[in-house]
């Protein structure tokens, strides 16, 4: 990509980094707040507050070397994915898959959170 395309796209990457991310941020501290949820919310706290003394103290380093913090985001990405499409494609040919034939030209797509959770995980769990 030249300079000049990085310009011209920068306010669409910034924006889908920016929206995906509070998406995700938004799901979990959602999910952790559900009544159900507060000894997970509990238990990530007190992970955050024991590796970081305050505020400076968090930064990627730090994040990097908290498993229950990675659990929790893997997780709400897993069941609220920011982007809940894969890539569409078209088909070349004719396909089988699980005995059902697509045909050529067609796009099938995944809907991820459909292929990832079942209606149980999507009302409650982080």
């Known amino acids: 990509m030249t300079q000049s395309e990085l310009g011209l796209n920068m306010s669409t990457l910034v924006g889908a980094g920016g929206e995906t991310t509070a998406s995700a941020l938004t799901a979990?501290?959602?999910?952790?707040?559900?009544?159900q949820n507060h000894e997970k919310l509990d238990?990530?706290?007190?992970?955050?507050?024991?590796t970081c003394k305050d505020v400076a103290g968090v930064?990627?380093?730090t994040t990097?070397?908290?498993p229950y913090l990675k659990?929790?985001?893997?997780?709400?990405?897993?069941?609220f994915p920011p982007v809940?499409?894969?890539?569409?494609?078209?088909?070349?040919?004719?396909t089988v898959v699980g005995g059902t034939v697509i045909p050529a030209k067609v796009s099938p797509i995944d809907i991820r959170q459909?292929?990832?959770?079942?209606?149980d995980d999507r009302r409650t769990s982080p």
Do not use: K, W
Request: aromatic fraction near 6%; charged fraction near 25%; include cysteine.
């Open 71 to 79: 659990a929790c985001i893997d997780e709400i990405l897993r069941l």
């Open 114 to 119: 459909e292929l990832q959770t079942d209606e």
């Open 64 to 66: 990097a070397g908290m």
């Open 84 to 94: 809940p499409v894969g890539m569409v494609r078209t088909l070349l040919q004719d």
């Open 28 to 35: 979990l501290f959602y999910y952790l707040h559900l009544p």
């Open 43 to 50: 238990r990530l706290r007190n992970e955050i507050s024991t």
């Open 59 to 61: 930064n990627g380093d």
